[in-house]
């Protein structure tokens, strides 16, 4: 059974940390672009950083460059979103999502909650 689990969301106030982590299961981990995802109430979902499978290259979307970093520690199928200096604007339901980049399957995981409080 696949599993993407996502936890380590909570209440913070402006300018604190938060350190996310989705732990993955039942399929190649090694072999998955992993991407965390945000939707806040009433807006789309919009991606918010990814790491690759191959190279561990980053990508961040421009309203968290320079405060999230994103890692993968393959031997242990993790994926952390390390979160500073967060924002109001931050608040959301946050998601891990993994993608084969070459077949396309695509998994996802449920959200957890990062509120941020000004």
């Known amino acids: 059974e696949v599993q993407l689990q996502a936890s380590g969301g909570g209440l913070v106030q402006a300018g604190g940390s938060l350190r996310l982590s989705c732990a993955a299961s039942g399929f190649t981990f090694d072999d998955y672009a992993i991407g965390w995802f945000r939707q806040a109430p009433g807006k789309e979902r919009e991606g918010v950083s990814c790491?690759?499978?191959?190279?561990?290259?980053?990508a961040y979307a421009d309203s968290v460059k320079g405060r999230f970093t994103i890692s993968r520690d393959n031997a242990k199928n993790m994926v952390h979103l390390q979160m500073s200096s967060l924002k109001p604007e931050d608040t959301a339901v946050y998601y891990c999502?993994?993608?084969?980049?070459?077949?396309?399957?695509?998994?996802w995981g449920q959200g957890t909650l990062v509120t941020v409080s000004s």
């Open positions: 999502n993994a993608k084969n980049i070459i077949d396309g399957t695509d998994y």
């Open positions: 790491i690759s499978s191959s190279d561990g290259s980053t």
